[in-house]
């Protein structure tokens, strides 16, 4: 099983600034990795898919990087709305999909 | 736009069966090559992938819930249904469906979730 660490658990960010939050695999999961935002009572969110490609409709302002082990999601010009906890998702190892355990976002 | 309607008693006993059903509309469940899934969230807790199916019916299933999880899916009714045996106080989550586009694949879109409460 390939284990995702999220870090930091929580992140306090200012509204208009910048949150970085990271995703490391326990092995390399080429650039098969995902995002999703959740927030209180709903259903997760497809963010980014592709360790790097917006999903439909997803703001210019969420943006991912990384491949192999190592992967961010950027936030730039943070805004009200976007107060969740993101999950990351690997995909690489079929039939055996695992998630972070979650950073959760609070807006300063 | 395609949609996703988990449903099912929000209740059930230890050492029964959880069952649930997902429905899908807006689109066919038997249209493209699409597999079907279940995830799970416990109260505070993160994501759990339970298992997929195909749409042809083939079945993957996470290792740690293999035992006990069994997904079929009617594609005349539009849906797919979950049944996990012997549950326990740890089955406790909310329970979600959701499609992935091929075997390596990120889920979505997702249904809204039901929270099932193993208690007696």
């Known amino acids: 099983e390939i284990l995702m660490t999220q870090s930091p658990a929580t992140l306090s960010v200012s509204p208009g600034e910048r949150a970085t939050l990271s995703c490391r695999a326990s092995?390399?999961?080429?650039?098969?990795l995902a995002w999703y935002q959740q927030k209180p009572g709903q259903a997760p969110r497809l963010l980014i898919y592709g360790a790097s490609t917006r999903a439909t409709g997803i703001p210019a302002r969420f943006s991912g990087s990384g491949s192999g082990t190592d992967f961010t999601l950027t936030i730039s010009s943070l805004q009200s709305e976007d107060s969740a906890v993101y999950y990351c998702q690997q995909y690489n190892n079929w039939p055996l999909y695992t998630f972070g355990q979650g950073t959760k976002l609070e807006i300063k | 736009q395609l949609q996703l309607q988990e449903s099912g008693p929000g209740l059930v006993k230890p050492s029964e069966t959880l069952s649930l059903t997902c429905t899908v509309s807006?689109?066919?469940?038997?249209?493209?090559?699409?597999?079907w899934g279940w995830i799970r969230q416990p109260p505070g807790k993160g994501l759990e992938w339970i298992g997929s199916?195909?749409?042809?019916?083939?079945?993957y299933y996470n290792p740690s819930l293999k035992t006990r999880v069994t997904i079929s899916i009617d594609t005349s009714q539009n849906q797919f249904s979950l049944k996990l045996t012997s549950a326990t106080a740890a089955d406790t989550a909310v329970y979600y469906c959701?499609?992935?586009?091929?075997?390596?694949?990120?889920?979505?879109?997702w249904g809204q979730g039901t929270l099932v409460s193993v208690s007696s």
């Open positions: 807006g689109g066919s469940i038997n249209s493209g090559s699409y597999y």
């Open positions: 092995e390399s999961v080429s650039s098969n």
């Open positions: 199916i195909y749409y042809s019916g083939s079945t």
């Open positions: 959701a499609r992935h586009q091929s075997s390596y694949s990120w889920f979505d879109p």
